[in-house]
């Protein structure tokens, strides 16, 4: 069985500071990994993805996680943080064979103070 | 290139009734996805759908159902609502690729209100 872990319901940081969402997953198989952004309203948005190439992922809106297999964890992190990017944020796991199937984190809300 | 639409946007049904969703995916895109989300439970998968046969199923009653059309559209249904069943429904595209599992495309989503 799969499954993700996000930790911290509710992060807060300053305009400029640096942005860490942490995710830890569970899977027996290799994983793929992804996280998404969800703003007010609206549906969810690729980040970025870790589909077994290079362990440094890059994504939209200079966002990068990079995978550790032996921590099993994909945070998720920016070096400076925007008041564009206050959103709640969701870490998801799959593998080869799942098709459509995303296990899902519980979600991490961002706030960005100014 | 037009994304992931869903109608309606929101609705309001009191329960017992039976409510249907629509999704019409990005053009191409052959693989249909259904998630529920809710603050309790976060973003659960309902089932996922693709070349008119659902190919994944999640955790939930027999109540919620789904099909594909030909076009690659689709709609969920949910019978005997029940005031748990309100939530943010949300459907997500994929044109799968032979290197493993594609982008999910997420449309705005349905929130449906039980009372």
């Known amino acids: 069985a799969q499954s993700v872990t996000q930790l911290g319901s509710h992060v807060s940081v300053s305009e400029g500071a640096l942005v860490l969402l942490r995710c830890n997953y569970s899977?027996?198989?290799?994983?793929?990994l992804f996280w998404y952004v969800q703003y007010p309203n609206q549906g969810l948005q690729l980040l970025l993805k870790y589909t077994s190439a290079a362990t440094l992922v890059k994504g939209i809106n200079g966002f990068e996680a990079e995978f550790k297999k032996s921590e099993t964890s994909f945070h998720l992190t920016k070096p400076s943080a925007h008041m564009s990017d206050a959103a709640e944020y969701f870490c998801a796991v799959t593998h080869y064979n799942q098709g459509g199937k995303l296990i899902f984190g519980q979600g991490t809300e961002l706030s960005v103070k100014p | 290139k037009a994304g992931v639409t869903q109608t309606p946007r929101y609705l309001i049904k009191t329960r017992g009734q039976q409510v249907t969703l629509s999704c019409s995916p990005i053009s191409g895109h052959r693989s249909v996805s259904w998630y529920q989300q809710t603050p309790g439970q976060g973003l659960q998968f309902l089932f996922e759908y693709f070349s008119e046969t659902q190919r994944n199923k999640g955790n939930f009653p027999g109540r919620f159902s789904g099909r594909q059309f030909s076009n690659s559209r689709s709609e969920m249904n949910v019978s005997t609502l029940e005031l748990g069943d309100s939530a943010l429904y949300l459907c997500?595209?994929?044109?799968?690729?032979?290197?493993?599992?594609?982008?999910?495309?997420f449309g705005e989503g349905s929130r449906l209100t039980v009372l």
């Open positions: 997500a595209s994929s044109f799968p690729s032979g290197s493993g599992p594609g982008e999910l495309f």
């Open positions: 899977s027996s198989v290799p994983p793929y």
